[in-house]
């Protein structure tokens, strides 16, 4: 899966493609953004190696690019490089829930 995100995470870091609630709901009320909750749902974009245990050994990150992941309401790091839409960065512990809707080769 190809994002254009050219930017590679160190170790355990994941970068995600935080998906946003709607501005208005299903009865047509326009929700302000002040009011709105903080987004908790994304695409994982890009994965690091994955962290060094002490003992040497790597332990994988076990998500894949495309999948769908849900993560605590203060959890990881809002950055833009530019675009109006921010990427949120976190370590794989901070991620609570994720979907496989990736397929492996």
């Known amino acids: 899966v190809d994002t254009g995100f050219d930017w590679v995470p160190c170790e355990d870091r994941v970068v995600v493609d935080i998906i946003e609630d709607a501005d208005v709901t299903k009865g047509g009320i326009h929700i302000p953004s002040a009011a709105r909750e903080r987004p908790v749902r994304g695409v994982v974009i890009a994965l690091g190696p994955g ?3 002490d ?3 790597r332990l994988e990150v076990p998500y894949s690019v495309g999948d769908e992941v849900l993560f605590g309401t203060y959890s990881g ?7 109006e839409k921010p990427y949120k960065v976190m370590r794989q512990n901070e991620i609570s829930l994720y979907r496989k809707t990736s397929k492996k080769a």
């Open 51 to 53: 962290k060094v245990l």
């Open 77 to 83: 790091a809002d950055f833009s490089l530019g675009r």
């Open 55 to 57: 003992s040497g050994v």
